[in-house]
C-alpha cells in the first residue's frame, strides 16, 4: 500500500557491458519465493483497456521537473523496442495480474488531465485524509471526476509536509470516499524529498547520515539519470505506487499478509531492487552511462530512469527488463 523507509549499504563493483558500464552491486537475492504469500482476493484490478491518468500538482512546480515526470507517465505505454530495456517493458510485468474475469491490468495509461494548486489550497501540511479534499478542489475546479477508468495522482512540491512523510511512508494509495470527493476512485500520493529526506525517500541518489560512532563510512552517490535527486526519488516511488494501485484499488485485490489496511503488495516485495542480484541492502546490476548517470530503463524523447523492480506473477520472484538472468 506504501512505500516505506529503509537504509541501505552499498558495496560497488564495476563491469563493461557494450558501449555502456554496468553499474554491479549484485549479490544474488531478487527476493526469495519461499517467504512470499501473496494472494488474490478476488477485487479489482485497474484493467480498462485504456486509463486515464490525472497528476494534481500541488504546490510550486518548477515546468522542467514537472516534464520529466510526464515522460515517465508517457513512456509506460509507448513501446520503444529501439530502447531496451524500456519503461513499458517494466509496465509487462505489471500487467500479468488480473482479475476474476480474467482481465489483465490495463496496458495503455493516458494523461487526461493535469490540475495546478499552486495557491496550497488545503495549506502546506497536509494529512492522509486532507489529499481527498486536495482531489475535490481539482474535480470541482478544472478535473473530471471519471469513476469508469480514472486515476488521480497528487504530488507535492519539496516544500509541502506530509502525514508520516519522511518517518514512516515515501508514497501511498487509496481509493476516494464518495461523501467528500463525490465517487470512489482510486489514487495515489507522492511527495517530493529534495529538501526533507532524500536520504530517505530518494534512494540511491542521496545516503542517510552516519551516527556518531557508528562505524558507518559514506560511499559514492548514484547521479540521477535527470539530474534531479528529489524528482528521479519522485519517479521511482510513482512507478512503485502505480504497480501498487493498479494491482490492488480498493484493498482487496493483489496483496500478502492478513490486514488489508496494511497489505504487502507487488511491489513492497521488492523495495530497493532495482537489478539482477539485488535485494538485502544491494541495488542490484543497472547501467551507468557516459555521464555516470545510473538507471535501469529508458523512456520517450531518450529519457533514463531508475525504477525498482515489481514481483512477477510467473517467475515468482522479483523481475526487471534490465533482468540479466
Known amino acids: ?19 555502456e558500464q554496468f553499474f554491479d552491486e549484485s549479490k544474488n537475492y531478487e527476493g526469495s519465493s519461499d517467504l512470499v504469500d501473496l494472494q488474490y482476493h478476488l477485487g479489482p484490478v485497474i484493467s480498462s483497456p485504456a486509463t486515464s491518468l490525472y497528476i494534481i500538482w500541488y504546490g510550486r512546480w518548477n515546468p522542467a521537473h514537472q516534464s520529466t515526470i510526464r515522460d515517465f507517465v508517457y513512456s509506460v505505454s509507448s513501446p520503444t523496442p529501439a530502447q531496451y530495456p524500456s519503461v513499458s517493458n517494466w509496465w509487462k510485468t505489471v500487467r500479468l495480474y488480473r482479475d476474476q474475469t480474467g482481465s489483465n491490468i490495463t496496458d495503455t495509461l493516458v494523461l487526461s488531465g493535469e490540475f495546478h494548486d499552486s495557491t496550497y489550497s488545503h495549506g ?45 511512508i515515501c508514497g501511498f494509495h487509496y481509493f476516494t470516499f464518495a461523501s467528500i470527493v463525490g465517487a470512489t476512485v482510486p489514487y495515489a500520493w507522492v511527495g517530493n524529498s529534495e529538501k526533507q529526506c532524500p536520504e530517505m525517500c530518494a534512494y540511491p541518489f542521496a545516503q542517510p547520515k552516519p551516527f556518531p560512532g557508528s562505524g ?14 528529489g524528482i528521479d526519488g519522485m519517479i521511482s516511488v510513482i512507478a512503485h505506487e502505480l504497480a501498487e494501485v493498479s494491482s490492488n484499488p480498493m484493498l482487496n485485490g493483489w496483496y500478502g499478509g492478513d490486514d488489508a489496511t496494511a497489505p504487502t503488495e507487488i511491489a513492497d516485495l521488492c523495495l530497493g531492487v532495482y537489478g539482477s542480484g539485488g535485494g538485502g541492502g544491494y541495488m542490484g546490476s543497472v547501467y551507468k552511462d557516459r555521464w555516470r ?18 514481483w512477477d506473477l510467473t517467475r515468482n520472484r522479483c523481475f526487471g527488463p534490465n533482468a540479466i538472468n
Open 216 to 229: 558507518f563510512v559514506a560511499r559514492e552517490k548514484m547521479k540521477p539519470p535527470n539530474g534531479e535527486v
Open 124 to 168: 502546506s501540511h497536509l494529512t492522509r485524509f486532507s489529499v481527498q479534499s486536495v482531489i475535490r478542489t481539482a474535480v470541482t475546479s478544472k478535473l473530471p471526476l471519471n469513476a469508469v477508468n480514472g486515476l488521480y495522482l497528487v504530488l507535492t512540491s519539496d516544500d509541502v509536509e506530509m502525514q508520516e512523510f519522511c518517518r514512516a
Open 293 to 310: 548517470n545510473v538507471y535501469n530503463v529508458k523512456g520517450v524523447k531518450g529519457r533514463k530512469y531508475l525504477i525498482q523492480w515489481v
Open 1 to 19: 500500500m506504501m512505500i516505506s523507509l529503509i537504509f541501505f549499504s552499498f558495496f560497488l563493483s564495476f563491469s563493461l557491458a557494450s558501449s
